[in-house]
């Protein structure tokens, strides 16, 4: 499930970066997000993608040239629109969309920049995913849940330091 640092990840996410961009415009703003934006961190090989758009009717209103290019619904994520996209029956990519006005306390931003400049935390989350992994193979729990609470206390930090109030970081 989890797989070493791939330093093709950067080029992945700037593949479909661009392929996202060709669809939405210069309004979108796209930033690798995710664990395989965490330069030496273990991650899911699956690429995952911050999407800033005007609003997120925007999403709809392009809908057809996502759909066309492979862009698929299919997340459990209830707080923002997420399209996925997959190769040979696997998936490869997440975009998660956000509207201009909620961007800047993103946590899935929030939770990447902080792993980068702080990298006792970035230790600190690898190990639990690795624990998160073996939970769920014991069927303790679901990988997200069990990598759940490392994540809030980590997104706590990062939305304190910015002068944010705490939220729940779970969004499924």
Same mark, same amino acid.
């Given at each position: 499930?989890?797989?070493?640092?791939?330093?093709?990840?950067?080029?992945?996410?700037?593949?479909?970066?661009?392929?996202?961009?060709?669809?939405?415009?210069?309004?979108?703003?796209?930033?690798?997000?995710?664990?395989?934006?965490?330069?030496?961190?273990?991650?899911?090989?699956?690429?995952?993608?911050?999407?800033?758009?005007?609003?997120?009717?925007?999403?709809?209103?392009?809908?057809?040239?996502?759909?066309?290019?492979?862009?698929?619904?299919?997340?459990?994520?209830?707080?923002?629109?997420?399209?996925?996209?997959?190769?040979? #029956? %696997?998936? $490869?990519?997440? +975009?998660?969309?956000?509207? &201009?006005?909620?961007?800047?306390?993103?946590?899935? @931003?929030?939770? *990447?920049?902080?792993?980068?400049?702080?990298?006792?935390?970035?230790?600190?989350?690898?190990?639990?995913?690795?624990?998160?992994?073996?939970?769920?193979?014991? #069927? %303790?729990? $679901?990988?997200? +849940?069990?990598?759940?609470? &490392?994540?809030?206390?980590?997104?706590?930090?990062? @939305?304190?330091? *910015?002068?944010?109030?705490?939220?729940?970081?779970?969004?499924?």
């Amino acid at each position: 499930m989890l797989v070493p640092y791939d330093p093709s990840w950067p080029d992945r996410f700037a593949a479909a970066a661009a392929q996202l961009a060709a669809i939405g415009g210069p309004e979108w703003v796209i930033e690798h997000i995710g664990s395989t934006a965490i330069p030496g961190m273990r991650a899911k090989p699956v690429i995952d993608l911050a999407v800033r758009v005007p609003d997120l009717a925007d999403v709809e209103l392009h809908r057809p040239a996502l759909d066309a290019a492979g862009w698929v619904r299919g997340s459990g994520v209830r707080s923002h629109p997420v399209l996925l996209s997959e190769s040979g #029956g %696997e998936r $490869t990519h997440i +975009a998660h969309f956000f509207a &201009a006005a909620d961007w800047d306390a993103v946590n899935q @931003r929030l939770l *990447r920049d902080w792993l980068r400049e702080h990298p006792d935390d970035a230790q600190r989350y690898s190990r639990a995913k690795c624990a998160a992994v073996a939970a769920s193979a014991r #069927g %303790e729990a $679901t990988y997200n +849940a069990a990598k759940g609470p &490392a994540i809030q206390e980590i997104v706590d930090r990062a @939305r304190r330091a *910015r002068g944010l109030p705490p939220v729940d970081a779970s969004d499924k």
